[in-house]
């Protein structure tokens, strides 16, 4: 039986390496569909496809000819935390004698 090489007579795959954890908490505010693509294990193509027909997995927004990524939506897609927001278990937020606001 003949094996084919990797990737012969097989469609260019979408996914491309994704960035570390390490590497998306060091992204600005806001940035571009590339490196936002590139976070999912999306290729440039992909992305583009994606954004242009309004199914980019978070939120996207033009400026001009630029299409932008916010990176807390970003990371509400990755299931990350985002810098600088409380969440139920830091201390930030609570009551001083330990109860969450919702009492």
Same mark, same amino acid.
């Given at each position: 039986?003949?094996? #084919? $090489?990797? &990737?012969?007579?097989?469609?260019? $795959? +979408? %996914?491309?390496? &994704?960035? $570390?954890?390490? *590497?998306? &908490?060091?992204?600005?505010?806001? +940035?571009?569909?590339? +490196?936002? =693509?590139?976070?999912? &294990?999306?290729?440039?193509?992909? #992305?583009?496809?994606? #954004?242009?027909?309004?199914?980019?997995?978070?939120?996207?927004?033009? #400026?001009?000819? +630029?299409?932008?990524?916010?990176?807390?939506?970003? %990371?509400?897609? %990755?299931?990350?935390?985002?810098?600088?927001?409380?969440?139920?278990?830091?201390? *930030? =937020?609570?009551?001083?004698?330990?109860?969450?606001?919702?009492?």
């Amino acid at each position: 039986m003949h094996q #084919a $090489s990797p &990737g012969h007579g097989q469609r260019n $795959s +979408t %996914l491309t390496r &994704g960035l $570390s954890i390490a *590497e998306m &908490g060091e992204l600005p505010a806001v +940035t571009d569909l590339v +490196t936002a =693509g590139q976070a999912l &294990g999306l290729g440039r193509t992909k #992305a583009y496809q994606l #954004a242009r027909t309004g199914q980019f997995p978070c939120p996207v927004f033009r #400026a001009g000819k +630029t299409y932008l990524v916010p990176t807390v939506g970003l %990371l509400a897609v %990755l299931g990350l935390p985002v810098p600088g927001r409380a969440d139920d278990n830091d201390e *930030e =937020g609570r009551c001083p004698d330990g109860r969450g606001r919702d009492i």
